[in-house]
């Protein structure tokens, strides 16, 4: 049986990955919901991990991955790796009728430096616009995106910026 408090522990690690990212401020105090085929927790280690058809839900926000492990260091830091084909994370922003999306094969959060990594097929959308590369990072405390296309093996290829016109009506 799993530890509540590593459940929020879990829970709280990705939110953070998401929450800066995405953020719905009000997201933050709903309950978190987690469903997956199994868990398991390693108190000795401060490591917890859900696989399976795993599914985080707190009010708009939603992560799922087949894997997601969060360890803490004594600290209190926490490192969030949630892995799947893809993984994925969708949450409405922030006082808008706006979702941004996310897609990778692997997501990671450090909490310690604030750094999201989407890795492999990475993919960004909010409503039109689009960013896609092999690595997407995003920098929660700088709020500054970095896009990397493949380098190296069978996976070659650029990135890919889709930006659509602004909507906003410029009065004369």
């Known amino acids: 049986m799993i530890n509540k408090q590593y459940l929020g522990l879990a829970a709280g690690a990705l939110l953070l990955a998401a929450g800066p990212v995405w953020a719905e ?6 309950p978190i919901n987690i469903e997956a085929d199994n868990g398991m927790l390693d108190q000795a280690n401060q490591l917890t991990v859900f696989t399976g058809n795993v599914l985080i839900v707190q009010g708009t926000l939603r992560i799922t991955g087949a894997e997601v492990s969060v360890k803490q260091d004594t600290q209190g830091n926490q490192n969030m790796i949630s892995k799947g084909s893809p993984t994925t994370m969708r949450q409405k922003l922030d006082d ?3 979702y941004v999306t996310g897609q990778a094969n692997q997501i990671t959060y450090d909490s310690k430096t604030g750094i999201a990594v989407l890795t492999g097929n990475a993919l960004v959308t ?5 960013v896609k590369g092999h690595v997407i990072t995003y920098n929660t405390n700088t709020e ?3 896009v990397k296309g493949a380098t190296g093996g069978k996976q070659r290829g650029r990135v890919s910026v889709i930006l659509q016109p602004s909507t906003t009506q410029k009065s004369n």
């Open 25 to 30: 401020r009000a997201d933050r105090d709903k």
């Open 96 to 98: 808008k009728n706006e």
């Open 126 to 130: 909010r409503e039109g616009d689009r």
């Open 144 to 146: 500054i995106y970095t």
